[in-house]
């Protein structure tokens, strides 16, 4: 599938932003100062909130990694910003809420229905937008994945081979069916865990950690909410990536 790059400006540290289409998903691609070499390239993942609304942040981490001399790059999500909605996700968050305003537990099947559609649809498209960037002169591999949704990441880590680490932003609901692919991974991994998450299962976050299958995987646990990571584990999961792909 071809890519088509739709605006372009160029940051005051020399970042070039490029915004692009892929088989009408919407995309952005960060890549560093201009340089002779071409860069190795960071997926940033996101939670589904539309990428206008994440924009700021995912711009921000793109600086810090095209600082390292790496580019960046993301996508919107399946049923996010303009995308056509995910009915059966759509009812599963509806679902959630009730429970949760009950006071209920968040039942499995409800967990299974809210994420794993999302993952289905989500890790094809990553591979589709990874095949169409390493078709660029600027960009090279190797490959790191950096964020949510976290389910999205361990599908990613399992299935392909270019991705050679990841940091991964716990903070989500994660399915059984998503912890036994765990087991499977064997990259290096970095996961980053508020362990005051007011919507994340700190159990459930720990459970797959244990799964994962890396020889090399490390908890960053940092007192806090959800939105409240410190800014030395930002930097801490930049040297993780860093001393990964080089």
């Known amino acids: 599938m071809p890519l088509h790059f739709t605006t372009e400006q160029r940051l005051d540290d020399g970042v070039l932003e490029r915004g692009f289409s892929l088989d009408g998903i919407p995309g952005i691609l960060w890549t560093p100062a201009p340089s002779s070499a071409p860069a190795p390239l960071i997926l940033l993942g996101h939670p589904p909130l539309g990428l206008p609304a994440m924009h700021p942040r995912l711009a921000a981490r793109a600086r810090l990694a095209a600082a390292d001399g790496f580019a960046s790059a993301t996508i919107e999500l399946p049923g996010s910003g303009e995308r056509p909605r995910l009915d059966a996700v759509d009812q599963a968050r509806s679902a959630l809420r009730r429970a949760l305003a009950a006071g209920e537990p968040v039942s499995d099947e409800i967990i299974d229905a809210l994420v794993l559609p999302l993952v289905d649809k ?20 190797p490959v790191g994945y950096s964020g949510g949704v976290i389910s999205i990441g361990v599908r990613l880590a399992a299935v392909e081979p270019r991705v050679v680490a990841a940091v991964l932003y716990a903070g989500s609901y994660i399915p059984r069916a998503i912890v036994e692919e765990a087991r499977t991974v064997g990259i290096p991994l970095h996961v980053l865990l508020q362990w005051d998450d007011e919507g994340n299962d700190r159990q459930a976050a720990l459970e797959l950690f244990d799964a994962f299958g890396s020889r090399e995987k490390c908890l960053n646990a940092n007192m806090g909410g959800h939105t409240g990571v410190p800014a030395h584990a ?3 999961a930049g040297r993780f990536l860093a001393r990964h792909m080089r």
Do not use: H, N, Q, S
């Open 234 to 236: 930002g930097e801490a």
């Open 122 to 141: 989500a890790v094809p498209e990553w591979r589709a937008t990874l095949d169409a960037l390493l078709t660029l002169p600027e960009i090279t591999g």
